[in-house]
């Protein structure tokens, strides 16, 4: 049984820093792609970042370039997102997701994902 669980939201405060966690079990990470989702209230699903299983290059959505960080420990079967220079308009539920094959065009893209953990809030306010 495929299984991803998050970790390491929280409240910080703006311009701070926090690590996510994405830890796998249960299916052959060769196969998959990990990538990061978030959703805010009343707002859809976006992509926010996305490793291969082979690591290597990473895609990340514009309005997170620059302060995030995606990084995969396949030893571990965890995936991490370094999160700094946080902004009240990164709060959200963060979701990670098994991406089949290869990080989507464009990383938004969730269509046909079955694997999701049950998310992480990350709050950001003074």
């Known amino acids: 049984q495929l299984q991803l669980v998050e970790s390491g939201g929280g409240l910080v405060q703006p311009g701070g820093s926090l690590r996510l966690s994405c830890a796998a079990s249960?299916?052959?990470?060769?196969?998959?792609?990990i990538g990061w989702f978030r959703q805010a209230p009343g707002k859809e699903r976006e992509g926010v970042s996305c490793?291969?299983?082979?690591?290597?290059?990473?895609k990340y959505a514009d309005s997170v370039k620059g302060r995030f960080a995606i990084s995969r420990d396949n030893a571990k079967n965890t995936v991490y997102l370094q999160m700094n220079s946080l902004q009240p308009e990164d709060t959200a539920v963060y979701y990670c997701?098994?991406?089949?094959?290869?990080?989507?065009?464009?990383?938004?893209?969730?269509?046909?994902?079955?694997?999701w953990g049950k998310g992480t809030l990350v709050t950001v306010s003074s």
């Open positions: 490793i291969r299983s082979s690591g290597g290059s990473a």
């Open positions: 249960g299916f052959t990470s060769d196969y998959y792609a």
């Open positions: 997701a098994a991406v089949p094959l290869e990080c989507r065009a464009p990383i938004s893209d969730y269509s046909g994902i079955k694997y």
